[in-house]
């Protein structure tokens, strides 16, 4: 794990309530943002197990709406990030499924985004105190760790490379 602060452990200055449904949801939204350099016109979220029993109740559906705004774990506007994604014209789609045979996790979501003719697919998990792990891009196996004070221009330097 990619545990570079104490704030990877008891969690991250964040909009709760849950580092894991929240904060890790923020970034695997923010990877997607940070791919495509802005906020994606449509998304397809697909969420699996435990993402897909609380979305709504922890907030995981306005973290990961939030992360593709361009948000950060502690930015106050993820509360009404479904009003800024409709500002920005960005559709949504939540797509709820028991389990992922891809990666084994609770906490995972894969999200496909389109901006103008490109599309970017994303896979990541919330694997706890505000860690996530990115599994995969564009349908290549990748194993990206993003935790607190990460610089996530790494994850777009990635894809350049």
């Known amino acids: ?43 397809e979220i697909t969420l699996f197990d435990s993402f897909a029993e609380t979305f709504q109740g922890h907030g995981t559906d306005k973290a990961l709406i939030g992360g593709l705004l361009g948000f950060d ?22 797509i709820l499924e028991e389990s992922c045979n891809e990666f084994d996790h609770p906490n995972v979501a894969i999200i496909k985004a389109e901006k103008g003719n490109r599309t970017v697919e994303t896979g990541g998990a919330s694997v706890g105190g505000g860690l996530t792990e990115i599994f995969r891009i564009d349908g290549k196996n990748v194993q990206i760790t993003i935790s607190t004070n990460d610089d996530l221009k790494k994850i777009a330097k990635y894809i350049e490379e």
Do not use: Q
């Open 1 to 43: 794990m990619g545990y570079n602060s104490c704030f990877d452990i008891i969690g991250p200055i964040m909009v709760g309530p849950s580092s894991s449904h929240t904060a890790g949801a923020v970034w695997i939204g923010r990877a997607i943002f940070e791919i495509l350099g802005e906020t994606p016109e449509r998304v």
């Open 73 to 94: 774990t502690e930015d106050e506007r993820i509360k009404h990030a479904f009003d800024y994604a409709e500002e920005k014209n960005m559709l949504h789609t939540f």
